[in-house]
């Protein structure tokens, strides 16, 4: 049986008829490129979005938006609130540089990211390692409102309804992944800022801004990153910044050209269980915003999108086009049988010391959060269109690279 969405809530089906009842939920929520920078700048009383580069891509973003995704009166108001909230923090970010240039002059220490496939572990992973006191890891809220995250906590119950609204919108989504204000969450929150960021085409059906992702040179992303994090070191610090995103796979010359003496946490697990699931969540993701949503249509695309990642990865770690030395791997079915014992191996390998109590830590926290805790998040590689036996032929190599057993990973 083919892939179909969830059912809606009554809410949301009642709040989407508004906008049907005027022609289109358009008419009562604008996605004006204009009008939004201007809005930003009259709700902060600022001007000055620290450069215009940025601009290139927000405006091939909306248009593709605009065009192609058929946003829901619930969609709409969701992807204003988010490129409303993102322009004004452009705007107060290049405010508080101005004002406090020693911020962007201090050094930061080399940063650590955990990267695989979405579905592979990343996630749990990342929550796992930041329960280490010596590492600062960046919560959703303070990626939300970084300027106001320094001066206190206010913001944080905003930041934690915003995101968890994602729950009500459509409450199948917990099933598959919980988002919380208080828990450390994605680089891609970070590089929507500068509008090249997989946050805008994950959530979104928007093939055309995709495309040009594919294209576009990401550094810029990476380097307001890099000022994103030096601000964040304002309100709290670490030893060590530990960063988390499956988008990096893609981007991983970019991300050394940018911080070259980065460590890489890369998680494995079968492309024949991450791909469908993945799929299923992205599917998901986009009919909270979208009239339609059909995973199946790129389900293929994105199967051989991941050949070719891997691929390049494994040639390039080889040939030193990516230093090797820097990278750690982890294999899923290691991290869900011996949560702690992995952990531990982990530290080993990057050369870290245990902090006392650690991984106790870990294992209550793991006790605490148990995997269907809010039902079970159901995928196949046949509702998706996909063959499973040329599935498991086509990512042969990944799971010979990495040890990987196709029956149990």
């Known amino acids: 049986m083919p892939w179909t969405p969830p059912e809606r809530p009554r809410w949301v089906q009642r709040m989407n008829a508004h906008g049907d009842a005027v022609g289109g939920a358009r008419h009562l929520v604008s996605l004006d490129p204009d009008e939004l920078v201007a809005t930003a700048r009259e709700s902060t009383g600022l001007e000055d979005f620290g450069g215009d580069d940025w601009r290139a891509h927000y405006e091939v973003l909306l248009e593709a938006i605009e065009r192609e995704s058929q946003l829901h009166l619930a969609g709409r108001v969701l992807t204003r609130a988010e490129v409303l909230r993102t322009l004004r923090n452009r705007l107060r970010l290049a405010d508080l540089w101005q004002r406090e240039p020693a911020i962007l002059e201090a050094p930061l220490a080399p940063p650590v990211f955990v990267v695989g496939s979405p579905r592979s572990g990343t996630s749990i992973l990342h929550e796992l390692l930041a329960l280490d006191p010596r590492s600062r890891a960046p919560l959703m809220w303070e990626m939300s409102h970084p ?47 500068e509008f090249l960021s997989d946050h805008w085409g994950g959530n979104h059906n928007a093939p055309s801004y995709d495309r040009y992702l594919a294209k576009t040179d990401q550094r810029p992303a990476y380097r307001y990153h890099e000022r994103f994090l030096k601000t964040l070191e304002r309100r709290a610090r670490g030893d060590r910044w530990l960063l988390k995103a499956p988008s990096h796979l893609f981007q991983l010359r970019a991300l050394f050209d940018v911080y070259p003496e980065a460590r890489i946490i890369h998680t494995h697990r079968d492309p024949a269980e991450t791909i469908p699931s993945v799929l299923s969540l992205m599917g998901t993701l986009q009919w909270m915003r979208c009239e339609a949503s059909d995973p199946t249509a790129h389900a293929r695309r994105t199967a051989q999108g991941y050949v070719h990642v891997f691929s390049r990865e494994i040639e390039d770690r080889a040939s030193g086009a990516l230093p090797d030395d820097r990278f750690v791997d982890v294999r899923y079915a290691d991290l869900v049988s011996d949560p702690a014992g992995t952990i531990e191996r982990l530290y080993a390998a990057l050369g870290w010391p245990l902090a006392p109590g650690f991984l106790d830590a870990v294992t209550d926290y793991v006790a605490r959060k148990p995997r269907g805790a809010h039902g079970a998040h159901r995928y196949s590689l046949a509702e998706m269109g996909l063959d499973a036996a040329e599935m498991h032929r086509d990512f042969a190599f990944y799971r010979e690279r990495f040890a990987l057993d196709a029956s149990t990973a």
């Open 147 to 193: 300027v106001e995250s320094l001066a206190g906590d206010a913001m944080r119950d905003t930041g934690d309804a915003v995101t968890t609204w994602w729950h009500d919108l459509q409450p199948e989504y917990e099933t598959m992944h919980a988002n919380a204000g208080d828990l450390p969450n994605e680089c891609i929150y970070i590089t929507l800022h």
